[in-house]
């Protein structure tokens, strides 16, 4: 306990593992004895990876749920997560930078090699589009709920800010490893993604800046343009080809893999840090924020 006769903040972190463990392995037993049941669903990608999202968001919420309510007894808002005040102007402010860094990776891959864009929405069945486009919406959610949000705000009541939002991006570029066509500079782009994402939600104490950068640029990156998102090709609206350096572009991986996505990430990490203090005035106060940077 600390001076405030509160469980400390590694406590809580580990607490909130311990139950997300449990959750997550009774889901993913659960998805195995439905699969094990319904064996023609192997087949069906698209359903799959609903179910696995499924299997990942219902430990993240209850996780979440139960180390508040027993543990740390803070309202949800406190961490930026729910109806908070100034949510829509986070969200449009996290779509509109998401579509820039789009239009700057555009031109980057036109102006380092030669840029092809293709309707190709027609090869796809309408519901393959829509699932699609669901699950983007989902996964962007469930990978916001789990790396940001509350786990991260732990972390930083115990480590401070930047050992907390770096500990959780190298922890969410490690989980990208096993992606199809994964690189060193992939991975290391995934990390500075995940700085990124995290400086979205501590600056501006906001789950939706990070959620909307992360779902604008996934939806935008390999539903709209049809690059390849993390090594993963989905269906798209349109199919984007490009031809020049795999360092610069980064190959199969999608550019997520290049030195260009590099400097897209960095550079908006920069202006999320401007905006966030430029709007530090104007956010939420949800309750308690006090911090015991004891482990």
Not at 23 to 30: I, P, Q, V
Not at 59 to 80: N, S, Y
Not at 188 to 199: D, K, Q, R, W
Not at 206 to 229: D, E, K, M, P, R
Request: hydrophobic share 55%.
């Amino acid at each position: 306990m600390n001076a405030q006769n509160e469980v400390r903040a590694g406590w809580k972190f580990a607490i909130y593992i311990a139950f997300f463990l449990i959750f997550f392995f009774a889901a993913n037993l659960a998805l195995s004895i439905f699969v094990h049941r319904s064996p023609d669903i192997v087949y069906n990608e698209l359903a799959l990876l609903a179910l696995n999202e499924i299997a990942l968001f219902v430990p993240a919420v209850l996780a979440m749920a139960l180390t508040i309510r027993f543990v740390d007894h803070r309202p949800l808002r406190t961490f930026g997560i729910g109806w908070i005040p100034g949510w829509r102007r986070q969200l449009i402010f996290g779509l509109v930078l998401s579509a820039g860094m789009l239009a700057i990776l555009l031109a980057g891959c036109k102006a380092a090699g030669s840029l092809s864009i293709h309707w190709t929405a027609g090869q796809a069945p309408v519901t393959s589009l829509l699932a699609t486009f669901g699950i983007l919406l989902f996964a962007a959610l469930n990978e916001e709920l789990v790396f940001r949000g509350f786990p991260l705000q732990i972390l930083i009541d115990g480590l401070g800010e930047w050992p907390g939002m770096i500990a959780m991006s190298v922890l969410f570029g490690a989980v990208h490893l096993n992606n199809p066509n994964a690189s060193v500079l992939g991975t290391v782009n995934t990390i500075i993604a995940g700085v990124l994402l995290s400086l979205a939600y501590v600056r501006t104490r906001s789950l939706w800046t990070s959620y909307a950068i992360h779902v604008g640029w996934n939806v935008g990156l390999g539903f709209i343009l049809g690059f390849a998102l993390s090594g993963i090709d989905i269906a798209s609206l349109w199919t984007t080809g490009v031809a020049g350096s795999d360092t610069i572009l980064g190959g199969k991986y999608g550019p997520e893999g290049g030195l260009l996505a590099t400097f897209i990430f960095a550079a908006s990490a920069v202006i999320v840090y401007r905006h966030g203090h430029i709007d530090s005035n104007q956010t939420h106060s949800g309750g308690d924020t006090r911090r015991d940077h004891r482990y």
